[in-house]
DNA sequence: CCCCGTTTGATTTATGGCCC
DNA sequence: GGGCCATAAATCAAACGGGG
């Protein structure tokens, strides 16, 4: 029996504090999306398209003085914040500018999408009814999912892997940028440079609107950030928006659709540039930059920069850390136990390499080590799955009851 | 305060398809 | 079968935070 170490792993379970700006910015989304008319099945992709925004605006969080772009294309002069290797408004037009993105370090940003992701399930669960509580877990465990009302107690033990699809550029219109060429005055080109003013002016997000076939950019203002300590100017910012531009929704959604069957389908076009793991861009033009101090060339973005719980390495680490958290946990009286993985966006571009053939996994213990079949092993040996559900707001594949149902969107 | 493990990003190395 | 190219995998790195 293991009960005893599901009990440890509980009691040092963290519960979620959520800040009330947070709550409120969640409320909002989780309310858009069950009110806008939609199909079950876009219902997903809506709440992990607003899983999106989400970790936009924790990106958005430290965005400084330094890191911006000029650009001055189509009679509106803009400097731009992109968080992948280009210019994003040029990238629409097949032109690859090359600029580094301002992506946060990682150690910070992969805890903050985790927490968000936890904080975002529980109000969904809250939302619908159900009486699950949301902990952050502890090693080996990334979150607990704790269902008292169920007899027994219902538990599940999930690793988490949260990364958005895209993050929306930040802009700030510019004046025109010129420079002294002998003694005449001439516009600048694209140019790496500093956003000096950057506290207090008006930002806003690049959006790609327009067809599969091709997409143009609009702005959307956004906000402003006040100061060095003003982080939760995006919070802010995202609830205003979402408040007062009824119209905001319905094109983002647009793009966002568009942008994941782009990142599945690598349509190498337009807005597939702004997609994380997209590579190296194609054709590459002729002064595309070399990686600095190696070989080959920059990606737009390294294919490492996945999507949801797609890197293949945090598959396979996923399907280790869930058969660790079952051989630990199982068998279990005291509890319905379960076990899986949990991420926003399921595995688009490697599920049928990494999971098709593993996904009806189940094991047990054969101290004898001489089990053929089944009935060679004592009657009543409990056999547990390696995943009880691979679970994304995207799509939930799950082979038990309570897990099937929770994660019904 | 250090040790250690975890995270994802960056960089290097391996693999496989394709063409000549 | 060797070179080229693209992609995947492996390895290294930097930052963070929990625990002793």
Redesign the pocket.
């Known amino acids: 029996m293991r009960d005893h170490w599901i009990d440890q792993i509980i009691e040092?379970s963290q519960e979620l504090v959520v800040d009330e700006i947070e709550y409120d910015v969640i409320t909002k989304l989780i309310d858009i999306a069950y009110t806008i008319p939609t199909t079950i099945a876009n219902r997903r992709l809506t709440l992990a398209a607003f899983f999106d925004l989400l970790a936009n605006a924790e990106y958005y969080r430290t965005v400084s003085h330094i890191g911006w772009f000029y650009c001055p294309v189509d009679d509106v002069p803009l400097l731009v914040y992109p968080y992948t290797n280009v210019c994003p408004r040029c990238v629409l037009e097949n032109n690859f500018v090359f600029h580094?993105?301002n992506?946060?370090?990682?150690?910070?940003?992969?805890?903050k999408?985790?927490r968000l992701l936890a904080v975002f399930l529980q109000m969904l669960f809250s939302k619908k009814g159900y009486s699950v509580e949301v902990r952050k877990g502890?090693?080996?465990v990334?979150m607990v999912l704790l269902d008292q009302t169920q007899t027994p107690t219902a538990v599940m033990f999930a690793?988490?892997?949260?990364?958005p699809l895209v993050t929306l550029p930040l802009t700030f219109i510019s004046q025109r940028f010129t420079e002294d060429e002998n003694g005449v005055v001439v516009d600048t080109g694209h140019r790496i440079t500093d956003h000096a003013g950057l506290y207090g002016s008006n930002l806003s997000l690049l959006l790609p609107v327009g067809s599969d076939n091709h997409f143009n950019w609009e702005l959307i203002p956004f906000g402003s950030k006040k100061d060095v300590h003003d982080e939760l100017w995006a919070y802010r910012s995202l609830l205003n928006l979402l408040e007062s531009n009824p119209e905001f929704v319905s094109k983002y959604l647009a793009f966002w659709q568009s942008a994941l069957t782009s990142y599945t389908q690598?349509t190498q076009s337009d807005i597939f540039w702004l997609t994380?793991?997209c590579?190296?861009p194609?054709?590459?033009p002729e002064d595309w930059p070399q990686?600095?101090?190696?070989?080959?060339?920059?990606?737009v973005s390294?294919?490492?920069?996945?999507v949801g719980m797609d890197?293949?390495?945090?598959l396979?680490?996923a399907t280790y850390?869930s058969l660790k958290i079952s051989a630990e946990g199982n068998p279990s009286v005291r509890y319905h136990y379960r076990v899986g993985i949990i991420s926003n966006i399921h595995a688009v571009?490697?599920h049928d390499?990494y999971l098709t053939a593993i996904q009806d996994i189940v094991s047990t213990r054969d101290e004898s080590a001489l089990a053929k079949t089944a009935v060679d092993l004592p009657p009543e040996t409990p056999f547990f799955n390696l995943f009880d559900g691979i679970v994304a707001l995207t799509q939930t594949i799950a082979r038990d009851e309570w897990v099937k149902d929770i994660f019904d969107f």
């Open positions: 040092k580094k993105a992506k946060p370090k990682s150690g910070v940003i992969g805890s999408t985790s502890v090693e080996p990334d690793e988490i892997k949260a990364a690598k994380n793991a590579g190296q194609f054709p590459r990686r600095a101090g190696a070989l080959g060339y920059e990606s390294d294919s490492k920069t996945s890197r293949t390495d945090d396979k680490k850390q571009r490697h390499d």
